[in-house]
């Protein structure tokens, strides 16, 4: 069993920066990927960027150039570092933790992002 746990959303105004963090806990050896994904309001949840164990990642074309993630896997901890934030960002952002036994992976309760224009 893995938890994850969101934190770092908020308010900001366009043009502003953000960065939200993934604490990973439980059987964390397990991790092969994780991902970050969003839901904006009356609109389904959308991949926003992934991360490999080997660090490959990949980036939804949306936020390709400015958002970032990372990974600390000493502190079992992903990041997203989001530059230039659009009001059309606004949305509850949330990690999976992708592992061999579970590709749906296991999610948290998300973190509110709201970019004012």
């Known amino acids: 069993q893995v938890q994850v746990v969101e934190s770092g959303g908020g308010l900001v105004q366009a043009g502003g920066s953000l960065r939200l963090s993934c604490a990973a806990s439980?059987?964390?050896?397990?991790?092969?990927?994780f991902g970050w994904y969003r839901r904006a309001p009356g609109k389904q949840r959308e991949l926003v960027a992934t991360?490999?164990?080997?660090?490959?990642?990949y980036y939804d074309p949306s936020v390709k150039g400015r958002f970032t993630i990372s990974r600390d896997d000493a502190n079992n901890t992903v990041y997203l570092q989001m530059n230039s934030l659009k009001p059309q960002d606004t949305a509850v952002y949330y990690c999976?933790?992708?592992?061999?036994?579970?590709?749906?992976?296991?999610w948290g309760q998300g973190t509110q992002v709201t970019v004012s224009s």
């Open positions: 999976n933790a992708q592992t061999a036994r579970s590709p749906l992976g296991y």
């Open positions: 439980g059987s964390t050896f397990s991790i092969n990927r």
């Open positions: 991360i490999s164990s080997s660090r490959i990642t």
